[in-house]
C-alpha cells in the first residue's frame, strides 16, 4: 500500500518544520544570551556539542522516529521481523558507537581530520544496517535526517564566518578554531553522522517500536 501524501511524508514535513522552529529558537537565544535552566542545564548553552541542553533536534529524533513508524504501519509499510529490525538497529548503533571510539579515543589513528572522517563515514556505514532492517523506514528517516540537518549547515555557516559566540560555530577540542577547520568539521558531521548514521539508526530503532504499537 502507497504512503498517502497526508501520511508519513506529511509528518516528515511537520517533523521538518519543528527541527527549523527548534534550531531558529536556540540560535536567537543563544545571540541574546537567554538563559533557561532545565535539569541543570541551560537551554541555551553555546558550549560547543550544545552543553547537553533539551532544546535541539537530537532529541526529536526518537521522538519523529516513532511517529514515521506508526504512519508507515498505518500506511500498510512494517519490517518484515520486528525482532530482527530491532536486532539490526541496535547492532549498527552499537558498530558506530565502537567505531567512533577508536577513532575518537584511541591513538590508532593520527589527525583530527582523519580522525572525523573515520568516525563520521564510519557511523554513515553503520546506518546501512537500518536499511537492511526496514528500507522504507530508513529512507523516510533518511530525508527528513537531510532536510533537518541541511538548514544547520547553513547556520554554522553564518555563524562561523560571523564570529558568533553560538554552539553552532564551535567543535571539539581537538579541532582549531580557524573559521575553515571549524566549517570542515562541523560540515562534515552534519552532512555524514547526523543524517546518515544517527538518524538513521536511532529513528529506524523507535521506528519499528512504532509500528509494533499499531495492529495488523
Known amino acids: 500500500m502507497s504512503d498517502k501524501p497526508s501520511g508519513v511524508y ?21 545571540l541574546n544570551h537567554w538563559e533557561t535552566v532545565v535539569l541543570g542545564k541551560n537551554l541555551f548553552s553555546t558550549a560547543a556539542g550544545g552543553g547537553g541542553s533539551l532544546l535541539g533536534i537530537t532529541f526529536l529524533v526518537p521522538i519523529c522516529g516513532f511517529w514515521f513508524g506508526r504512519r508507515l504501519a498505518k500506511n500498510g509499510a ?4 520486528t525482532g530482527k529490525s530491532l536486532l539490526l538497529h541496535l547492532l549498527g548503533i552499537a558498530l558506530a558507537g565502537g567505531i567512533g571510539f577508536v577513532a575518537m579515543g584511541t591513538d590508532l589513528i593520527d589527525g583530527w581530520r582523519m580522525k572525523g572522517l573515520v568516525a563520521f ?7 546501512l544496517l537500518a536499511l ?3 528500507p522504507r523506514a530508513y529512507f523516510v528517516n533518511l530525508l527528513y535526517g537531510l532536510l533537518a540537518r541541511a538548514p544547520v549547515v547553513l547556520i554554522q555557516f553564518v555563524a562561523i564566518r560571523k564570529g558568533w559566540d553560538t554552539h553552532f560555530s564551535k567543535a571539539a577540542p581537538m579541532v582549531p578554531t580557524d573559521p575553515d577547520s571549524l566549517l570542515f568539521a562541523l560540515t562534515l558531521a552534519q552532512s555524514t553522522l547526523w543524517p546518515f548514521g544517527f538518524t538513521v539508526l536511532v529513528g529506524g530503532l523507535f521506528a519499528a517500536i512504532g509500528a509494533a504499537t499499531v495492529r495488523h
Request: hydrophobic content about 55%.
Open 132 to 134: 537492511k532492517a526496514w
Open 10 to 30: 506529511g509528518a516528515v514535513a511537520i517533523a521538518a518544520v519543528l527541527s527549523l522552529v527548534v534550531n531558529g529558537l536556540r540560535l536567537y537565544g543563544e
Open 78 to 81: 512494517r519490517p518484515q521481523a
Open 121 to 127: 563515514v564510519g557511523a554513515s556505514v553503520s546506518g
